[in-house]
Every structure is written in structure tokens, then in C-alpha cells.
Nanobody, 122 residues
Framework: QVQLVESGGGLVQAGGSLRLSCQARGRTFSTYTMGWFRQAPGKEREFVAGITAWAGGNTYYADSVKGRFTISRDNARNTLSLEMNGLKPGDTAVYYC??????????????WGQGTQVTVSS
């Protein structure tokens, strides 16, 4: 099992940047595929970015964030990060960190954090 705790959310103006972090508690963080999802008010939760297991994992992004967001992992520190640049009001949502076994990054995650709010003002 793995426990996930997100941090780094907040209020930022359009065009600004934020860095989200997800601290994982468990012995096998490096073996999990990790992902970031978000859910805006009145909308379904959606995939934002994912990274496969082990060092040098392959990364995947939703089209809406490609070129603006960067996902990374530090297996030595059991940490997943999401660097968000060029933020837009449409990026406003609760952002969730998630973990799973297996290589498919877009769905079927097993473990979820509690979420962190990101608000982008225009």
C-alpha cells in the first residue's frame, strides 16, 4: 500500500506558476505508476499527467496542459511533482495525486491523495 499527501496548491494569477508535490509513504514508491488528476466544480475528474515506474519513467500529458506542465518523480525521496507554468483560469481545480501498479497511465488508479486546491484568477 501507499499513502499520498499533496501540497503546493494556492491562488495564482493567470500566467503564473505553481509547483505541486505529492509525498508518498510506502516502501515501494519506485514501482508505482504515478499520475496527477484534477476536478473542477461541476465537472468530472480528468487526467492531467502521468509517469511510469522506475527512474527515467515515460511521461504523458493531457493535450490541455502539454507544453505548460511537467511531471517528475524523485524515487529517493518518494516524491512526485507537477510543475505548472502559464496557468490559465481553466486550470482551476482540485488536483489529486494517484498511484497504481501496471503501466497504463490514464486510468484505473488504486491509491489517491486528498487533493490540493489550485485557483487561477484572470
Amino acid at each position: 500500500q501507499v499513502q499520498l499527501v499533496e501540497s503546493g496548491g494556492g491562488l495564482v494569477q493567470a500566467g503564473g506558476s505553481l509547483r505541486l508535490s505529492c509525498q508518498a509513504r510506502g516502501r515501494t514508491f519506485s514501482t508505482y505508476t504515478m499520475g496527477w488528476f484534477r476536478q473542477a466544480p461541476g465537472k468530472e475528474r480528468e487526467f492531467v499527467a502521468g509517469i511510469t515506474a522506475w527512474a527515467g519513467g515515460n511521461t504523458y500529458y493531457a493535450d490541455s496542459v502539454k507544453g505548460r506542465f511537467t511531471i517528475s518523480r524523485d524515487n529517493a525521496r518518494n516524491t512526485l511533482s507537477l510543475e505548472m507554468n502559464g496557468l490559465k483560469p481553466g486550470d482551476t481545480a482540485v488536483y489529486y495525486c494517484a498511484a497504481k501498479t501496471g503501466t497504463a497511465v490514464f486510468e484505473n488508479y488504486t491509491y489517491w491523495g486528498q487533493g490540493t486546491q489550485v485557483t487561477v484568477s484572470s
